[in-house]
């Protein structure tokens, strides 16, 4: 299975940070949050990733290249943990390649710009904006991976989901669920809505960003229409196959972090470094002595 993941968008909600380096590539303590976002695709099994980008972001193709002069460098200065890390960034058996969305058409047209690079393959979508990984909790890790097994098992479409306020629903993709699903397991939808209003939510379950898809969905993505906000979406894509294919919906496993607003932001660093046995004492520290 591949994994697309759309890195095309400006992230006007992380300007002026976003202005001259990719939202992606704003860093999460030690690491750009791109990287968090391949890490989970590369433990969940996926070892081909597809980068839906645009022209001015080749600095997430960048960090993810080698780097032979600084490679050497380091070497040469022995300085053998700092080589280990930037060697890690991209494991050896992992193929990153990016196809590009010239227009900014919305997730679904995204998506089918990668539809010639992912070739027949299922595919898992894993938006960056939105982090499941924290490195140091028990089990998110785990989501994607369940995702793809139990899609492997059933033939079913998976897609992530986890509990918002109704107030929320208007930001989110939401799934039309009438059931009951306990969390890390899957239950079959009767569709999604994208950003319905709070009258008309069919339930208050959202979209996460993360997808394990069959190769079905092509068909569905070039038939695409604008929808929410002008844009053709993934959620349309995905609410017409449910009329023809069993979908389910996956209620994820911990929580989700969204950092592609400011404030999500900081409060997901905030509780990676009181989380990361490597940062805790500094940030107690600091938090303590600003009282
Ligand atoms: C996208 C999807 C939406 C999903 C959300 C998760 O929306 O279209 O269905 O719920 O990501 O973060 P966006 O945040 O790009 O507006």
């Not at 058996?93 to 058409?105: E, F």
Request: proline fraction near 4%.
């Amino acid at each position: 299975m591949k994994a697309i993941i759309p890195v095309a968008g400006f992230g006007t909600r992380m300007l002026p940070a976003s202005k001259a380096i990719p939202k992606e590539m704003i860093t999460l303590l030690d690491r750009p949050l791109i990287q968090y976002v391949i890490e989970e695709a590369y433990l969940a099994g996926i070892k081909e990733v597809i980068l839906v980008t645009h022209t001015t972001k080749s600095a997430i193709e960048n960090h993810f290249d080698t780097n032979f002069e600084l490679e050497w460098q380091l070497e040469q200065k022995n300085k053998c943990d700092i080589l280990a890390s930037v060697r890690s960034v991209c494991p050896p058996d992992l193929t990153i390649s990016s196809v590009r969305q010239s227009k900014g058409l919305g997730l679904g047209h995204a998506i089918l710009c990668a539809k010639e690079a992912a070739s027949t393959d299922n595919i898992a979508v894993l938006l960056p904006d939105v982090l499941i990984n924290n490195v140091l909790s028990n089990h998110s890790t785990d989501n994607l991976a369940t995702m793809i097994n139990r899609f492997d098992n059933t033939g079913f479409a998976q897609v992530m989901v986890e509990s918002v306020a109704q107030q929320d629903v208007v930001k989110y993709g939401i799934a039309d669920f009438k059931g009951q699903v306990e969390q890390g397991n899957s239950g079959r939808v009767n569709g999604f809505v994208e950003k319905p209003d709070v009258e008309n939510a069919p339930s208050t379950l959202a979209v996460v960003g993360r997808y394990v898809l069959p190769k079905a969905i092509w068909s569905y993505l070039e038939k695409l229409e604008p929808g929410a906000g002008g844009e053709k979406q993934l959620t349309d894509a995905i609410d017409a196959l449910v009329k023809d294919e069993v979908v389910e919906a996956f209620y994820m496993t911990g929580k989700s972090h969204d950092c592609g607003n400011i404030e999500g932001y900081v409060s997901t660093f905030v509780e990676y470094a009181l989380k990361d046995e490597r940062y805790a004492g500094c940030v107690k520290r600091a938090l303590q002595s600003f009282g």
